[in-house]
Nanobody, 120 residues
């Protein structure tokens, strides 16, 4: 199983970016999916989550500015980031809870991270 993240880059404050993360490989079920972010020397922090049914949750710092969504058929999770702030600068990671085979345990898988830099 692989999670491939894309969409990071450099943007000015107030701008927008859309991150995507696609799961591939032998997968039976994808459960909750999420985005995290991490800066050097800091712990990885949760940004947003989405269940398989589409229920979402957001960190207070991004509520009203970020939107998480998923396309189950494409095995993809997106993070639409609007009104970006300098403090949103970070490496963003996607995570998915995946059951590879029916009746087998499910595990968390992580993407490789994509850099988002917001300039003032």
């Amino acid at each position: 199983v692989q999670l491939q993240a894309s969409g990071g880059g450099l943007v000015q404050a107030g701008g927008s970016l859309r991150l995507s993360c696609k799961a591939s490989g032998s997968i039976a079920v994808i459960g909750d999916m999420a985005w995290y972010r991490q800066n050097p020397g800091n712990q990885r922090e949760l940004v947003a989550t989405i269940t398989s049914g589409g229920s979402t949750n957001y960190a207070d710092a991004v509520k009203g500015r970020f939107t998480i969504s998923r396309d189950n058929a494409e095995r993809t999770v997106h993070l639409q980031m609007d009104s970006l702030k300098v403090e949103d600068t970070s490496v963003y990671y996607c995570k998915a809870l995946i059951r590879r085979y029916t009746y087998r345990p499910q595990y968390d898988y992580w993407g490789q991270g994509t850099q988002v830099t917001v300039s003032s």
